[in-house]
């Protein structure tokens, strides 16, 4: 059935860089939207960044400029490249797939960033 995978994850000082991939089975990937979440210990789940099935990308503002989200359609992956960390980006980040046509949404079980000297 349907399943996302994430994987890149770890700990990385501030200023490095990590590339989270997620990777889907089960769904007409190139037919999802695909997004990055992340959620920080006692803080809401926020939305990172997001590449649409057409390819248009958004980012929340605290990213803009550091990360870039990109997909594989030929691979079911989708990607968050993550550079300039800083501590305030240590969370769970989590995948999510979603499409409006099918009315169906997955999420991935996550992969911990840390960004600490």
């Known amino acids: 059935q349907v399943q996302l995978v994430e994987s890149g994850g770890g700990l990385v000082q501030p200023g490095g860089s990590l590339r989270l991939s997620c990777t889907a089975s089960g769904i007409i990937f190139r037919n999802y939207d695909m997004h990055w979440y992340r959620q920080a210990p006692g803080k809401q789940r926020e939305l990172v960044a997001a590449i649409l099935s057409g390819g248009m990308t958004t980012y929340t503002d605290a990213v803009k400029g550091r990360f870039s989200i990109s997909r594989d359609n030929a691979r079911n992956t989708a990607y968050l490249q993550m550079n300039s960390l800083k501590p305030e980006d240590t969370a769970l980040y989590y995948c999510?797939?979603?499409?409006?046509?099918?009315?169906?949404?997955?999420w991935g079980p996550g992969t911990q960033v840390t960004v600490s000297s």
């Open positions: 999510n797939a979603r499409s409006r046509s099918y009315f169906s949404e997955s």
